[in-house]
T-cell receptor, first 115, second 108 residues
């Protein structure tokens, strides 16, 4: 199993550009998550999904969009990049959601810089 | 979700036990205590979780006080590879709220 994979690893965007961060998992997990991590800080939840076709906002959703058409994929879209979106983005997945048995598996991250 | 308080940093000698404390005085009855760690700039890694009872797995032990207001993560024989940021998180698990965590430095 590859686990959770993310592409690209690094990206530099100009202000106002758009891009999609890709995330895929091969563990047949129902739950998937997007976090961002600013320098020296903990992770903050952007969006999450409890299954194909179902998504919901996390703590910091403004400026982002998501979709979940398949169990495996959970792309994150930035429509109009701003310098405040410079961050490291982590995707994660878990088999279960709430309760105790919901260990989250994280991808390696995408380092995004907006200039 | 309940908030947690952790020391900013700790040092530990290689081969010794590392004991990482966490305060979560506002934890509610259905909230679990989760521990994750993040090595360098990698994605966080799950370590262990518990509700009321102490838990042990191949990586660590989790000791939760009887009133559930605090807990301690124990790495029994710390190695240099355990140097990382350790996050104590309290919640139902779906939407994890990461604080700044504790930087653990294991020194030879």
């Amino acid at each position: 199993n590859a686990g959770v994979t993310q592409t690209p690893k690094f990206r530099i965007l100009k202000i106002g550009q758009s891009m999609t961060l890709q995330c895929a998992q091969d563990m047949n997990h129902n739950y998937m998550y997007w976090y961002r991590q600013d320098p020296g800080m903990g992770l903050k939840l952007i969006y999450y999904s409890v299954g194909a076709g179902i998504t919901d906002k996390g703590e910091v959703p403004n400026g982002y969009n998501v979709s979940r058409s398949t169990t495996e994929d959970f792309p994150l879209r930035l429509e109009l990049a701003a310098p405040s979106q410079t961050s490291v983005y982590f995707c994660a997945s878990s088999l279960y959601g709430t309760g105790g048995r919901n260990e989250q598996f994280f991808g390696p991250g995408t380092r995004l810089t907006v200039l | 979700d309940a908030k947690t308080t952790q020391p900013t940093s700790m040092d530990c000698a290689e081969g010794r036990a590392a004991n990482l404390p966490c305060n979560h005085s506002t934890i509610s009855g259905n909230e679990y205590v989760y521990w994750y760690r993040q090595i360098h700039s990698q994605g966080p890694q799950y370590i262990i979780h518990g509700l009321k009872n102490n838990e042990t797995n191949e990586m660590a032990s989790l000791i939760i006080t009887e009133d559930r207001k605090s807990s301690t993560l124990i790495l029994p024989h710390a190695t240099l590879r355990d140097t990382a940021v350790y996050y104590c998180i309290v919640g139902d698990g779906n939407k994890l709220v990461f604080g700044a965590g504790t930087i653990l430095r294991v020194k030879s």
